[in-house]
Structure formats: C-alpha cells, structure tokens
C-alpha cells in the first residue's frame, strides 16, 4: 500500500534526515517508526502526504508514484493526527470534525452527520461534546477528536504523529487501547511514529527501529524483541525487552500442562482413586457442560472418602437414603475464577497469576477448558517462542534444555 524505494531526504544545510530508506508497508498493517528524537521518522512520514519532498527516490501509494499526485488529491486519500491535534479553536468540535468532509463539499447535513458517527467512534457522545469548544475539552479527549477528524473521510491510510503523546500514561494507554479496537474493525493502512518502544510494541504489526536516518530492524514485535538485528537494536528496545515480549507472545495450546480432570457430579471414591492412581495432588473440575468449576485437592477427596467409609460403616442417618452428604466432587471442590482465553498474551496470564496469589491458570477457548498454565510454562512458552520466532519455526519444535537435563 505504502512503498518506499531507496529514498533519501537532504536538506541544503547538509543534514541528512533520511538516507536511502527502502519499506513497504501492507494494505491494512500497522506499522510503528520508532527511534530516538532526530532520528527522521517525522521526514519518513511527511513525504508520504507530501509535506516534505525527497531529495531522491520514489514512493508509491496503492502503486501510484505519488510525486505525479496532486497533493490536495492525495492528502485525501491519507488521514493525518498530530501530537498538537491542531484543532480550529473557534469551531466547535463537531465542526472540527466535518472539516475535511467540509472541503470535499459534501452537504453540511451529510458531513455534520458523519462527524456524529465518528466522535461516537471514538468514544465522545455527539450530544454532551459536539457543541463545545477545543478549550472544553481534556488533553486525551482532543487527541480522541484528532483521531475522528482523521477519519472523518474515511481514508484508506492514516498517518499518525506521536498522536497520544501529550497525555498521561494512564489515558495514554487508554487511548492506545480504544485505537487497537477501532484498527481492528476499520484495517487502515496505518504509520505511526513514536518515540516510545512500549507504544511501537503494543500497537505495531511491525516496527521499524530507526537508527540516524535509516532503518535498523523492520519485523514483528516479537522478533525485534526477541532477536534484535544490531547491537543499536538491542539497546534500543532496551535490557528489559524480556519483559516487553511477555505482552507480545500469545498463549498457545502446546504451553499448557494436562492435569487430570474430575467433574462436579463424581463419585469421592472414584476420583480420590484417579488421582492417586495418577500421583496427581490436585485435579481440575470441570461441570457436566465441561465448563471449568474449579478445583479440588487429592487430600481433600481421599480424606472425605475415608469418612464416606466411616459414615457408612457407623450407619449414619444420611446414609440411609442413599445420597450421604459429600458424597460427589461437587461438595468439596473449590472456585476457581483465575482462567484466561487461549491467545491472551503471557503478560495478561503472568498479571492474572499473581492477582488470584494461583499457581496455574485455566486456559479456556471460548468456554471450553483446554489445560494449565503454571509459571515454569509460561517461563518455557517465552523462551520457546524467542528461538521459535528467530528461526521460524513452531513453537512446540523447538527443544530446551534446562537444569534437570545437566
Ligand atoms: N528544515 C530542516 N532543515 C534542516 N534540518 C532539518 C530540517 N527539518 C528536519 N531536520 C533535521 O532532520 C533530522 C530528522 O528530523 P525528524 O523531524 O524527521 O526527526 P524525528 O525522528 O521525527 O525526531 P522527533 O522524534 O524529535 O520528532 C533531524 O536531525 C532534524 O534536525
């Protein structure tokens, strides 16, 4: 969608700000420019609207060479969002909004209209903020009109411009969030630079870690995380970029471990027997629905079966009618609320572990139960998924070797 052929911006000072840069960028992929401040990632992606000219090479959008379009034409193809957001102080913010279907000509009803539908979008009711100024507004929620005026034309490309990055952390990551949502409906051909490995991370299909005036790494977060393709690279996404990958690797099938499974409806002695049969302490417990309930402990359903024998053998009242209390799983399982979906990332499971204080967590797709995650797995599932991402190959073909195999 987005092409870049060896091209290079000199300015007549003698700065080069970008130098012979070559990319491409896919219809519907989000890709993040980040590098430190200088670097060229504002130059790299003003060309591409044409607010800057190269001094060389070509660019193509949807295959046309863009220096043969007029740019009023080609900027409306291509949504612009600044960190400045630049909105017209005495309009208000519906108005705002419509601008660029404004100077399309569309009727006002139409773009006013439109204008609704966006603000709505992004999460601003039309009807409590459409009629006031930018001045009326929070820091986050003019970044959120920034990101409806873009769009207002509906697009096919956005160029985004440390678009979140006059705000708080928390609204930061607020508003990172509510765009992932919104890219996963609209599939615009995004760039967006910032300045921020954590925002390249979290938004990205791909990063572009630019050193001075070129591209260092261009691949999958997990990759430039993983496998750092330079010494600047790696520096650049930093000592921690462990850590940073824990948000980028999804859990998958192969991570999870298979304890054994009894139902709500079981018998105590028959599961107590499965579970030492199995040398398992504890087995997960799943309803008649196999949805997951919870767990129980082999301690527990051996302890309740051997006073299922006393109670039986001292003719206890309840045992009379055939159904003595305790007499299945369900009377002595334990709730277990601490599960998350299979393709969550590891960061998500990790936080979820040490919110339920857990040693494992069910892994459910949909509301099927598919198996465990405890830490040690999560901690292979992470270094699996580095070897399996540099080489290319699944993860579960990849063979560790750890402290036991020594
Ligand atoms: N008009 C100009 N004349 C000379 N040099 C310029 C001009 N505009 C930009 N530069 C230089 O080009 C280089 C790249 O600038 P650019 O704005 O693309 O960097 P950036 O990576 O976006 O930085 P930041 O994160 O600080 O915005 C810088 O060294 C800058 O000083």
Redesign the pocket.
């Known amino acids: 969608m987005i092409r870049f052929e060896h091209v290079t911006k000199s300015?007549?000072?003698g700065?080069t700000?970008?130098d012979d840069l070559s990319f491409e960028v896919a219809e519907g992929e989000l890709v993040t420019l980040v590098?430190?401040?200088?670097?060229?990632?504002?130059?790299?992606m003003k060309m591409v609207n044409r607010l800057i000219e190269p001094t060389s090479g070509t660019i193509y959008l949807d295959g046309d060479d863009i220096s043969a379009i007029d740019p009023v034409e080609l900027r409306r193809r291509i949504g612009y969002v600044i960190q400045q957001v630049g909105l017209f102080p005495h309009k208000t913010i519906l108005d705002n909004t419509a601008t660029v279907p404004h100077l399309l000509g569309w009727p006002r009803k139409k773009a006013r209209a439109r204008a609704a539908e966006l603000l709505d979008l992004v999460g601003l009711d039309p009807a409590t903020y459409g009629d006031r100024y930018p001045d009326q507004l929070s820091g986050g929620q003019r970044q959120r009109v920034g990101v409806a005026r873009a769009l207002a034309a509906d697009p096919p490309v956005l160029l985004m411009d440390?678009p979140f990055g006059a705000v708080d952390p928390v609204v930061r990551e607020h508003l990172q969030n509510e765009f992932l949502r919104l890219q996963s409906t609209l599939h615009k051909t995004v760039l967006f630079?910032t300045?921020d490995i954590e925002e390249a991370v979290r938004l990205g299909d791909r990063i572009a870690v630019?050193g001075a005036?070129r591209i260092e790494q261009f691949d999958t977060p997990a990759t430039v995380l993983g496998a750092p393709a330079t010494p600047y690279a790696a520096e650049f996404v930093g000592a921690d970029r462990g850590l940073k990958r824990l948000s980028v690797t999804p859990v998958e099938t192969g991570d999870l471990e298979q304890p054994p499974i009894v139902h709500l409806d079981d018998e105590v002695r028959h599961a107590a027997d499965r579970l030492s049969a199995d040398g398992a302490p504890w087995a997960v417990v799943l309803d008649a629905d196999d949805n997951l309930h919870g767990w129980v402990s082999a301690a527990t359903l051996t302890g309740a079966a051997a006073a299922g024998d006393a109670t039986a053998t001292g003719k206890d009242a309840a045992a009379a009618d055939g159904a003595p209390q305790g007499a299945t799983v369900r009377a002595h399982a334990r709730r277990m609320d601490a599960w998350l979906p299979l393709g969550a990332p590891l960061k998500q499971a990790f936080s979820t572990m040490l919110q339920y204080d857990a040693g494992w967590i069910a892994v459910l797709d949909g509301d099927r139960f598919l198996g465990v995650l405890t830490p040690a797995r999560l901690h292979e599932a992470l270094r699996r998924s580095t070897t399996a991402d540099a080489a290319n190959i699944a993860r579960d073909e990849v063979s560790l070797h750890t402290v036991h195999d020594v």
């Open positions: 300015y007549a000072d700065t700000a970008v590098g430190p401040s200088g670097c060229g990632k504002t130059t790299t440390e630079v300045h630019y005036g």
